[in-house]
């Protein structure tokens, strides 16, 4: 596991805790990206979400 250094937004990161019901924010913060990643689309490989959304604009 790699040690990174990171500005997270507190307030989602305090309702990602209270939803998921973890006590840490490294466990919060992990478990996001594995929930991210496994609901991540063949498209969203393609084509990532954020320049969708920069396109929509």
Do not use: K
């Amino acid at each position: 596991m790699a040690i990174t250094r990171i500005y997270l937004d507190d307030d989602a990161l305090r309702r990602t805790m209270a939803i998921s019901g973890v006590y840490t924010e490294q466990d919060a913060v992990n478990l996001a990206l594995r929930f991210f990643t496994q609901h991540a689309t063949p498209e969203d490989l393609e084509h990532p979400i954020h320049a969708r959304a920069a396109q929509a604009s």
